[in-house]
């Protein structure tokens, strides 16, 4: 129920492709959908993140689409570089307004971006 | 840039021991929180703490576990007697004190601990 699912674990991408990671969710109760970046030695960072009033954000390179009746959203990376080889996490919590909000992770997705 | 540390980087234990993982949240955030991630696996929630007392806990964090904000910087994890299946990786994070759900958690590079 609590659990977020997140394919594929791994990635490999042409410098210049589209990544695509995608997530699926159990909880109706969650409103609240962010995406992590973590490099090697680092914990992990905000990417993006998104509320599921609406179907997609965009920030840069980084697209969140969502689909509430599926109960899927997906990070889409344009563009994609080198740099961006990474971990990437997506998440989900409560907006229960009790101030403090745990994270519940999918497994991560290891993205590897290839000259 | 501010951001959360951890220390020690790598800890190494004998099972039944206990110890200390400590981090520093940024200084002006007031929501903390740890996190836990055993190798290859999904990163997990363990507790989240605010105005000295826990918010929230998971069904991880049993009676072996313990947090602190012993002075106003530090914010420590304790596991009492720890047990192989302790070995993982935890993550400290803090947030500001807005008490959004959106507010970032800004997380540590995190402590591996090994338990033999």
């Known amino acids: 129920q609590q659990q977020v699912k997140q394919s594929p674990q791994s990635l490999i991408v042409q410098k210049g492709g589209i990544s695509i990671i995608n997530c699926a969710y159990e909880?109706?109760?969650?409103?609240?959908f962010p995406w992590y970046q973590q490099f090697p030695g680092k914990g992990p960072a905000l990417l993006i993140a998104?509320?599921?009033?609406?179907s997609e954000k965009k920030e840069g390179r980084f697209t969140i689409s969502f689909n509430k009746s599926a109960k899927q959203f997906s990070l889409h990376i344009m563009d994609s570089q080198p740099g961006d080889s990474a971990t990437y996490f997506c998440a989900a919590s409560i907006d229960s307004g009790a101030g403090s909000y745990q994270l519940t992770f999918g497994k991560g997705t290891k993205l590897s971006v290839i000259p | 840039e501010p951001e959360v540390t951890q220390t020690p980087s790598h800890q190494v234990t004998q099972m039944g021991q206990e110890v200390i993982l400590r981090c520093v949240p940024i200084?002006?955030?007031?929501?903390f929180y740890w996190y836990r991630q055993i190798l290859g696996q999904k990163v997990e929630f363990l507790v989240s703490f605010y105005n000295n007392e826990i918010s929230e806990k998971s069904e991880i964090f049993d009676d072996q576990f313990s947090v602190e904000r012993p002075d106003g910087s530090n914010f420590t994890l304790k596991i009492r007697s720890t047990k192989l299946e302790d070995s993982a990786m935890y993550f400290c994070?803090?947030?500001?004190?807005?008490?959004?759900?959106?507010?970032?958690?800004?997380f540590g590079p995190g402590t591996r601990l090994t338990v033999l």
């Open positions: 998104i509320r599921p009033d609406v």
């Open positions: 200084s002006n955030h007031l929501y």
């Open positions: 909880n109706t109760a969650f409103d609240y």
């Open positions: 994070a803090s947030s500001e004190a807005s008490g959004m759900v959106e507010d970032e958690q800004f």
